[in-house]
Nanobody, 120 residues
Framework: QVQLVESGGGLVQPGGSLRLSCAASGSIFSIYNMGWFRRAPGKQREFVARVTSGGVTNYADSVTGRFTISWDNAKNTVSLEMNSLKPEDTAVYYC??????????????WGQGTQVTVSS
C-alpha cells in the first residue's frame, strides 16, 4: 500500500507563485521517478515536470523557466515551485511516482490531485 499526500494548491493571481508538494510513503523499496502532471478543464492530462533518482529533470515547454521541480530523497517528497503563473496554468495537478516494491514489482502511482487556479 502506497500513499501520496499532495499539498500546496490554491488560488493565486497572474504573476504569482505557488509551491506544490507530494510526500510518498508505504511499501516502496526504490523510487526511480517522481513528477507532476496536470489536467485543465476540458483537456487531457499533460506532463508538467519530472525528476529522476539521479537528479535529472525534464519540463514541458510551457513551464520551462517558470517551474522548478525538486526531490528530497530522505523524505520521499517531490516539490514543484511555480513562478510567474498564468491563467493557462489553471488545472488539477497530479503527483506521479514510479517505484519498485519489496518484491521487485514496478508501479506507476498517482495522487488524488490538487487544484491550482490562476485568476485575478
Amino acid at each position: 500500500q502506497v500513499q501520496l499526500v499532495e499539498s500546496g494548491g490554491g488560488l493565486v493571481q497572474p504573476g504569482g507563485s505557488l509551491r506544490l508538494s507530494c510526500a510518498a510513503s508505504g511499501s516502496i523499496f526504490s523510487i526511480y521517478n517522481m513528477g507532476w502532471f496536470r489536467r485543465a478543464p476540458g483537456k487531457q492530462r499533460e506532463f508538467v515536470a519530472r525528476v529522476t533518482s539521479g537528479g535529472v529533470t525534464n519540463y514541458a515547454d510551457s513551464v520551462t523557466g517558470r517551474f522548478t521541480i525538486s526531490w528530497d530523497n530522505a523524505k520521499n517528497t517531490v516539490s514543484l515551485e511555480m513562478n510567474s503563473l498564468k491563467p493557462e496554468d489553471t488545472a488539477v495537478y497530479y503527483c506521479n511516482v514510479q517505484y519498485d516494491d519489496y518484491n521487485g514489482d514496478e508501479y506507476d502511482y498517482w495522487g488524488q490531485g490538487t487544484q491550482v487556479t490562476v485568476s485575478s
